[in-house]
């Protein structure tokens, strides 16, 4: 039976484009649930395999950092087999990763887990728009794009809470689990509303040495930050690890500047104001995904309460944070990128900043608000960061530009988990040291790195122009 965009719209009328928006979101929100839903389960993971922090935040680094290696690959995946099959093949991959999580015998398994499922969330992310785009007239595109992002927002608020509730019912074996049914029904709307390609694919090369320099930089980095408390910085392994990070690092940009079709086209950095921008985002990554491991880890450990409590906390900031959007995107075309940006860095830096206090006895209900306004400071950040990063931009680099911003929002979120762990961990091995009980001092220590990361985020935020330009001429 004919599947083509054209078939389907006669078939199914004006609805059609808002079946395929509900089909694209379902499956985005789905994986995205899975990026915050195993963190309330970690420290019961930590038990169960006797593991410490700087181990167990592999199941999140891992995550995030594949899920950027995973937005590289969806461009030439979808020239290659075309949107639906590319669609349908990631939910059916994601579905056998849950199962093999949900019944994973070691902590390897799971990390290995955690890498296939980041690699699908991200290829599925840029997926979602390219099919939206291809229903939608352009007069409807923003409105489209709008809803979608407000859902797709809400699915990471709802993990934690969703998380907690089935750790504390069963294991943290069924925060693995959960995503089936949710996979399912993706899996059922896609075969009946994703429509197939009309052109013949396209055998496009693929930049294979870049992408295995990407990766191999990734590991050997993150690897050699999580060894760091336990073998100590002076080891030879971590010496080595971050040596050849550093190495791995170099020629991956010397790779990429020689290629024709890069992963990533560096030479977005010669316009001025992509940069800073770039930092910026990589600060927004750092911040949203380290609060959403730390926040939850502290009020399970430090403060002894369960996980659906710890989840719970979590659900009015995503709230927040959705709300917010719309609100900031609507500014954004009327108010100056740095005062936005401005703003939304001091609420940030400032809900921080209170969280240094947060320890046994401190106030759930102050966590759960400063949580708020940090979601909301964060918020403030996004849309501005990325429309400046992209209005420097001539339309040919368009792409480049945005798969740039991606990297860095989901590579800054690797590095603050792994800096977040190592605070915790050594703060964990000082304490048993001196023979007292898990205490809060490294969370505390970690908000207030973080507080002083979000004040110094003002020095590329003053190089960012003032008002939007237009796009560059290539």
């Known amino acids: ?11 199914h009328g004006e609805r059609y484009k808002w079946k395929v928006m509900l089909t694209v979101m379902l499956g985005t929100m789905t994986m995205a649930l899975s990026s915050t839903i195993v963190n309330v389960a970690l420290p019961d993971i930590m038990s169960d395999f006797a593991i410490g922090h700087t181990t167990v935040q592999w199941l999140v680094t891992a995550f995030l950092a594949s899920m950027a290696v995973g937005m590289l690959l969806n461009a030439w995946a979808v020239e290659r087999f075309g949107a639906r099959r590319t669609y349908l093949t990631t939910l059916v991959l994601f579905m056998g990763a849950a199962l093999v999580g949900g019944f994973g015998p070691s902590f390897e398994v799971l990390v290995g ?22 229903v939608f007239p352009i007069r409807q595109r923003g409105q489209a794009m709008g809803l979608y992002a407000m859902g797709v927002v809400l699915g990471p608020s709802f993990g934690p809470v969703i998380g907690g509730w089935l750790v504390d019912l069963f294991s943290w074996r069924a925060v693995f689990l959960i995503v089936l049914p949710f996979c399912l029904v993706s899996l059922w709307l896609a075969w009946r509303y994703v429509a197939t390609p009309t052109e013949p694919p396209v055998k496009i090369k693929f930049d294979m040495v870049g992408l295995i320099l ?39 940009i010397a790779c990429q500047m020689l290629r024709q079709s890069p992963l990533l086209a560096l030479k ?21 995904f380290a609060s959403v491991y730390l926040l939850p880890m502290l009020v399970q450990t430090a403060m002894g309460q369960s996980a659906s409590v710890a989840g719970s906390l979590l ?26 940006v401005g703003i939304g860095l001091i609420l940030f830096a400032g809900s921080c900043f209170v969280l240094t206090f947060a320890g046994p006895g401190f106030s759930l209900i102050t966590i759960a608000l400063m949580a708020a306004v940090g979601r909301i400071g964060l918020a403030m950040t996004m849309p501005p960061v990325v429309v400046q990063a992209l209005s420097v931009l001539p339309p040919a680099l368009m792409n480049q530009g945005t798969g740039l911003v991606s990297f860095a929002r989901q590579f800054g979120g690797a590095l603050g988990v792994s800096v977040s762990a190592i605070l915790l961990q050594q703060h964990s091995q000082l304490m048993m040291t001196l023979g007292y009980p898990q205490a809060a001092a490294g969370y505390q220590d970690a908000f207030a790195l973080f507080t002083v990361l979000y004040l110094l985020g003002f020095i590329p935020l003053a190089r960012l122009p003032k008002r939007r330009e237009e796009p560059a001429s290539a």
Not at 229 to 249: D, K, M, Q, Y
């Open 1 to 11: 039976m004919p599947q083509d965009v054209q078939t389907l719209q006669s078939r």
């Open 113 to 134: 887990v955690r890498i296939t499922q980041g690699l699908l969330a991200g290829m599925v992310q840029p997926l979602a728009l390219v099919l939206m785009y291809a």
């Open 214 to 252: 990407l990766s191999g930089w990734l590991v050997a980095l993150l690897w050699g930050l999580a060894e760091g408390p336990r073998t100590g910085w002076s080891s030879p392994r971590v010496l080595i690890a971050l040596g050849l990070a550093a190495g791995l690092f170099a020629g991956f």
């Open 268 to 288: 977005v950095f010669a316009y001025p104001g992509f940069g800073p921008a770039f930092l910026v985002a990589m600060l927004t990554g750092a911040g949203l």
């Open 315 to 340: 659900l009015p900031a995503g709230i927040a944070m959705a709300l917010t959007f719309p609100v900031v995107g609507r500014m954004t075309d009327r108010l100056s990128p740095v005062m936005l």
